[in-house]
């Protein structure tokens, strides 16, 4: 079963930035769904950005359109998010989350999960 491993959240100050990192145990030749979640106290978990691994589909949420880019590097079995303009509003847990099929980048469809990173925003 593959395995996620977060990393790269932190403290930072409102405008800059930061680039998690989700490592995979593995990713076969599936068109994997994977996607970056967070979840901040007293909010409902929210979808972020999600690509899939072989046909290149990519969503982003409104509220990070045009600041954070998804990307994957394969060879490395690792799906990164880059998040640039930081906000106060963006200080939540991150998780990595995947799913072996092409789903919705939606909480509910994907099954396996990642402990989860936190990033918090200053103003």
């Known amino acids: 079963e593959v395995e996620l491993v977060e990393s790269g959240g932190g403290l930072v100050q409102a405008g800059g930035s930061l680039r998690l990192s989700c490592a995979a145990s593995v990713f076969t030749t599936d068109d994997y769904t994977v996607g970056w979640f967070r979840q901040a106290p007293g909010k409902e978990r929210e979808g972020v950005s999600c690509?899939?691994?072989?046909?290149?589909?990519?969503y982003y949420s409104d509220s990070v359109k045009g600041r954070f880019t998804i990307s994957s590097d394969l060879a490395k079995n690792t799906v990164y998010l880059q998040m640039n303009s930081l906000k106060p509003e963006d200080t939540a847990v991150y998780y990595c989350?995947?799913?072996?099929?092409?789903?919705?980048?939606?909480?509910?469809?994907?099954?396996?999960w990642g402990q989860g990173t936190q990033v918090t925003v200053s103003s």
């Open positions: 690509l899939t691994t072989r046909s290149g589909h990519t």
């Open positions: 989350a995947a799913d072996p099929r092409m789903v919705p980048c939606d909480h509910e469809y994907l099954d396996i």
